[in-house]
């Protein structure tokens, strides 16, 4: 299976300021089908990014997402109070579909 | 938007099953979607258990592929998990997403908590 390793568990940032979040997979990811969803406390996650860099509906566009092979990245480039949250990646193109451990933003 | 609403026991004895349904609205199970169920324990990350085809196909996490079972009954709109021979390593939020292999988790049901305890 494909493990992915997301980094840094955990990110302490201020609103306004960028985040930049990494995930790595340990074998090159089929057809770039690789997504990004974040999670806040008590809620189910929501889909941000799918296809490595496409934006699901509804998503702001300080929202982005690049990569290829086996390195990804999310990056949201201004923070707002709501985008603190825990991401997870995902890559759904081999079974059984992963998720990465997630990466924790957290307000500085 | 599909909408997704497991339902099912919140607690479980061990060695038992574990069986949630979840009900899909606003849209029909039988079109062209994979329909997943992902876990997360307390405090833990996502899990994937497995998925089903509106054809019936299915797909297995090999970690629990001996004690799962997904089924689909397309004349109530619902998909069930069932998984057997249960410990307190089972005990989880259970959520049920339409998505799968080739597409994203697009939609995601509320979840629902799981304890295995006697």
């Known amino acids: 299976e494909i493990v992915l390793t997301q980094s840094p568990d955990t990110l302490s940032l201020s609103p306004g300021e960028r985040a930049t979040l990494s995930c790595r997979a340990s074998q090159s990811v089929n057809s770039n089908y690789l997504a990004w969803y974040q999670q806040k406390p008590g809620q189910a996650p929501r889909l941000l990014i799918y296809?490595?860099?496409s934006r699901a509906t509804g998503i702001p566009d300080r929202f982005s997402g690049s990569g290829s092979g086996t390195d990804f990245t999310l990056t949201i480039s201004r923070l707002e109070p709501e985008d603190f949250a825990v991401y997870h990646c995902q890559q759904y193109g081999i079974s059984p579909l992963t998720f990465g451990g997630g990466t924790k933003v957290e307000i500085k | 938007q599909v909408q997704l609403q497991e339902s099912g026991p919140g607690l479980v004895q061990p060695s038992g099953t574990l069986s949630l349904t979840c009900a899909v609205s606003?849209?029909?199970?039988?079109?062209?979607?994979?329909w997943s169920w992902v876990r997360q324990p307390p405090g833990k990350g996502l899990e994937w258990i497995g998925e089903?085809?509106?054809?019936?196909?299915?797909n297995y996490n090999p970690s629990l592929r001996s004690r799962v079972t997904i089924s689909l009954d397309s004349s109530k709109n619902h998909f069930s998990l069932n998984l057997g021979s249960v410990t307190a390593a089972d005990t989880a939020v259970y959520y049920c997403?339409?998505?799968?292999?080739?597409?994203?988790?697009?939609?995601w049901g509320q979840g629902t908590l799981v304890t295995v305890s006697s």
């Open positions: 089903i085809y509106h054809t019936g196909s299915t």
């Open positions: 606003r849209g029909s199970i039988s079109i062209n979607n994979w």
């Open positions: 997403a339409r998505g799968g292999i080739y597409s994203s988790l697009v939609d």
């Open positions: 296809g490595v860099s």
